[in-house]
């Protein structure tokens, strides 16, 4: 049974116009007599058609209104017509806007894409029959096709739609004959826009009330924002060249080889990432491995051990979550545990009871203790460390490659490792690593943890 | 794990029902007690206590918004453009398209990057599911069309998507292009309308997804267990996106009731809410460093959040930019802001600036998504005219 809410069921029911009316706003300032785009009356075979405006025109008088290039207007003029709100006079099945002397005319309000008036099969049905009546044999291919689907699926109301045709064309005939060409304009123009030919991109009016973009600019702490954008400037690659250089630009892979998760050598720009946050450092495999390496020399690598088994059991998956967390409780907080943790006694307090009842966000305040107390205090011993140091000092900086050789680095494109064989490589590591001796327990769990799997009763 | 907690969450046994669960610090006329998001709920939705009219209510509830509105104008000391007049000016960008990818025969609607930064995923309009590397290498036959979301696994071992089936499922890969992988699939999320966003969080084996129904959820993928639903949009919710993992465990959702929201993972509670805009929000983006946001909309402009001062800091827009944005992403350091709109073109902006830095052509249909891969040297775009573009 499902409970429907009253409320707004959003874009599946309510058709996106939210730009309808900006463009409308658009469209009438193109329209005023003294500013907007100048027109004129053009011969059209024998007839004259009035108001007629060129293409030139109307991207010329977008680039000047809203001070933009040309390309940017002639996107917008494109989108205008898209649309139905400018129908070109010839090649009128194309809708896209030439930046020449072809000829466009402003669609009547009547066929406006409008919310309030659906497009109905009944009236495309009207419309494709009085054009059969008017001259056999005028319809398009596709056009016929709609036309036998359409009296196919109305066939109960076909003597209506017929009868309705008629009267159309005849009310039609009693017009003057400049006004029936310029309405037909019109209602061949408002058909193709909402009964494209097949495989024509049909596109969704958006409709937005045109207010002036005012740069908001109250602030709250967005020091933050800003010293973080400073901070990162010269890594990102976008701003700053990326040593030795982009892969997508000269198809040379060496950053990425350089920049792999287990390299032996990290490159400097990494290492210095490592500086900014505890939290970069810890993100990084390699900088978690230095990190790891750091601590086993200060006997204090269950502190790390134990943050990365929280996170494995939060991200875990959920059948064996009460085993995790039972499994990590002995490890590291029971008193005599073999790897025992050291956090105050309320978080004791707090996380034992909670045992209880193991949910995975049980260990979280203990957690974020040890988070908080490795980042206070380890990681600011870490960086002044001879085991940083010696990373910064070996770390390479790898010289810009010069522009040379694009075509033939492009031949030599290859697929990368599938991470399914990256990760079956880590599983026969992990398998090698268990039947052979002492192990070194935090490398154990730090590359399980990484994968999300099981952690392994601790040997020692 | 977060530095910054938004709400005080303590763990223990709830006042009312007895069981442990996450806690709530509320007050009930100044008396503080503690209950369970459950318990809460429900005393809300009880009658109206003893003294209390739906005017006084109401009354109330103007007060407290005044409040709030005045709290976050406290919040207010310095403006975006004054501190960003420490930053340098940009240079120009020399942004092209680097790779067309064709392998799509209809409207593509999603991509997602996998973490090896070579590899992506996307899906389209119809059945056929490329996961695309310089070469297609899998295509994925879905038994439904308009697969809406689709999202890579960090272990780049397996993707999930879905649309109007209403159903997020997860399909592992395997390194032989031949094989069914449909044959293979796991259904894991069941929502009761369409879904619209989906991504893994830090490990293969949770999902979130949002939905058309109104809520977004975390699903375990080996059991398909609901394991916390998220409700507070009175809309179709279109968008989600974690926040980055130092910041903790929260994430933004966006949706057709203007609004966007953060949300707590482990409580289901609504922490902050943003609704300065003025149509559907189409697409939400942390900011890397996770104390921002930006997000984008059909009213043809993108806004950016700060979190801390719990306010809208800045807004992208342009007269001539009248069409929605469907998508946008944040270059590496967060200084440049990508958005894809509904007139076929890229706009890039300076988000500390707040001004337009160039705008990119080439798409010959709606930008539908918008992706940055995930070492920020290049981002790709997908679009209605059945290709993805990848430029740097």
Known sequence: MTIRNVRDHGQRFRPRMTCLKKVEAVILEMQDPKTGVKSQPQRLVITTIPHAITGEDIVAWLANRYSIQTEEACTLGRMLVAFGYIYPLQDHKRLIIKPDASLYRFQTPYFW???????????????????????????????????NSLHKWMNHKWDFIVMQAKEQYRAGKERKKPDRVVFDCQERAYWVVHRPPVRSTRTHVHARTCTHARKRTHIGSCVFLVKYSITYNKHDPFLAPCLPSNPWLTDDVTYWMLNMTNVEIPTKMRVERWTFSFGELLADPRGRADFTLFLKKEFSGENLAFWEACEDLKWGTAATMNEKAQQIYKTFLARGAPRWINIDGKTMEVTVKGLKHPHRYVLDAAQTHIFMLMKKDSYGRYLKSPVFKETQKRAIDPEQHSVTQLEANAKKRRPSLSPIIVRQQEEEERARMATSGPVDITQVMSKLSNKGKEVPPPKK | MCDQTFVAIT????????????????YIKTEPINYCSLCMEIMACQDLAGGETLNSLKAETE??????????????????????????????????????????????????????KRRMVSSSQVPAHPVFNSSQEHAVSMPTTWVMACAYAPSGCAIACGGLDNKCSVYPLSLDQNENLAAKKKSVALHTNYLSGCTFTNSDMQILTCSGDGTSALWDVESGQLLQSFHGHSADVLTLDLAPSETGNTFVSGGSDKKANIWDLRSGQNIQSFDTHESDVNCVKYYPSGDAFASASDDATCRLFDLRADREVSIYSKDSIIFGATSVDFSLSGRLLFAGYNDYTINVWDVLKGTRVAVLFGHENRVSSLKFSPDGTAFCSASWDNTLRIWA
Not at chain 2, 11 to 26: A, I, V
Request: charged share 35%.
């Open chain 1, 113 to 147: 894409p409008a919310q309030q008036w659906p497009v109905e099969d009944t009236d495309y049905a009207i419309y494709l029959a009085k054009r059969n009546i008017r001259k056999k044999g005028i319809l398009e291919m596709y056009e016929q096709e709609q036309y």
């Open chain 2, 63 to 116: 007060s407290l918004r005044k409040r709030l509105e005045e709290e976050r104008k406290k919040l207010h000391d310095v403006e975006l453009e004054k501190v960003a007049e420490k930053a340098e000016a940009l240079s120009a960008l020399n942004l092209k398209t680097r790779r067309t990818l064709k392998g799509h025969a209809n409207k593509v609607l999603c991509m997602d990057w996998c973490k090896d």
């Open chain 2, 11 to 26: 763990f223990g046994p709830c006042d009312s029902c007895s069981e442990n669960r996450p806690l709530m610090n509320l």
